[in-house]
């Protein structure tokens, strides 16, 4: 079965300063989808960044990057530049195939980040 | 930008009431989903529909549960009993096709109060 671990349930960073924010997955498909989601603390899900499987390159997203290791099967997100705003919990997820051949996501447990001033 | 709407925001309701979470996926999409998230926990997947059916369910997707599309617009979660431990934040999702390399789409999400 697929599974996605995040081992940072909380993260300090100073505003205007770089963070990551780690991600491991673990999966048997040879094709799969890595993504990172923004949830502020009003509960929406915000999309962030999305990593294929076969991607050459690393995802960029303005300021934020995934630092993606396949071999390492780690996709940790790169928060440049950290503002404010970014205070929330962050969630990592991978893309699931059901047998109908649609799909679901797998969520990790999430990462609350919190910018100081 | 098309998006993923939710009604309502916030439904409390009694223990054993039903409820209906009501959703609006993006137009051209024909995959929708719904995913709860207790309070503190991670996102979990309920359901996946396409074709006027149900494609999958996970196990917290009991017999309490149904979906519907009554519609050409509207994705509904209707919860027939609701216990206290319904209590969650519901997201519906939508995605144009199962193979897409692109996202689900969610929607704001309703949060879900049982009392």
């Known amino acids: 079965a697929q599974k996605i671990t995040q081992t940072q349930p909380g993260m300090f960073v100073q505003e205007k300063e770089a963070v990551t924010l780690d991600c491991t997955y673990d999966?048997?498909?040879?094709?799969?989808?890595l993504f990172w989601y923004k949830q502020p603390s009003s509960g929406e899900m915000i999309f962030l960044i999305y990593q294929g499987s076969y991607d050459q390159q690393n995802a960029t997203e303005g300021r934020y990057s995934l630092n993606f290791q396949k071999a390492r099967k780690s996709a940790n997100l790169v928060i440049s530049a950290s503002q404010l705003g970014d205070s929330a919990m962050y969630f990592c997820a991978m893309r699931e195939e059901l047998t109908s051949g649609t799909y679901k996501y797998i969520f990790g447990t999430g990462t609350r980040l919190k910018v100081l001033a | 930008e098309p998006e993923v709407t939710q009604t309502p925001s916030h439904q409390v309701t009694q223990m054993g009431q039903e409820v209906i979470l009501r959703c609006v996926p993006i137009?051209?999409?024909?995959?929708f989903y719904w995913y709860r998230q207790i309070l503190g926990q991670k996102v979990e997947f309920l359901v996946s529909f396409y074709n006027n059916e149900i494609s999958e369910k996970s196990e917290i997707f009991d017999d309490q549960f149904s979906v519907e599309r009554p519609d050409g617009s509207n994705f509904t979660l209707k919860i027939r009993s609701t216990k206290l431990e319904d209590s969650a934040m519901y997201f519906c999702?939508?995605?144009?096709?199962?193979?897409?390399?692109?996202?689900?789409?969610f929607g704001p999400g309703t949060r879900l109060t049982v009392l």
């Open positions: 999966t048997s498909d040879p094709s799969y989808g």
């Open positions: 137009s051209n999409h024909l995959y």
């Open positions: 999702a939508s995605s144009r096709t199962p193979a897409s390399a692109s996202e689900q789409f």
